[in-house]
């Protein structure tokens, strides 16, 4: 079965960075685009970056622009966000999901991020 696993979150403080980690088994990794969501607290999660398969294209959120970077690493099948100048808006359980065709269809567990101020 398909499983992505998310790792890296933790408590940080404003200004800080993390960087997360999705750990994909099950499915063949370098065939899908990946994107990293993440769902705040009395809000709908929203698509915060997005790669393509190969690593090529990628997407953010006009709030992250600048300060996140999202990568892989095709041969690990592992998918990192890296998070600076992190502030209490980013406050948030972030999800790695892979994406077949047009759909995000398999997603992670989440992993929670909390900034501090």
């Known amino acids: 079965q398909v499983q992505l696993v998310e790792s890296g979150g933790g408590l940080v403080q404003a200004g800080g960075s993390l960087r997360l980690s999705c750990a994909a088994s099950?499915?063949?990794?370098?065939?899908?685009?990946m994107g990293w969501h993440r769902q705040a607290p009395g809000k709908e999660r929203e698509l915060v970056a997005a790669?393509?398969?190969?690593?090529?294209?990628?997407y953010y959120l006009d709030s992250v622009k600048g300060r996140f970077t999202i990568s892989r690493d095709n041969a690990k099948s592992t998918l990192y966000l890296q998070m600076n100048s992190l502030n209490a808006d980013d406050t948030a359980v972030y999800y790695c999901a892979a994406r077949s065709a047009f759909s995000y269809e398999y997603w992670g567990q989440g992993t929670q991020v909390t900034v501090s101020s």
């Open positions: 099950g499915l063949t990794f370098s065939s899908y685009g």
């Open positions: 790669i393509s398969s190969g690593g090529g294209s990628t």
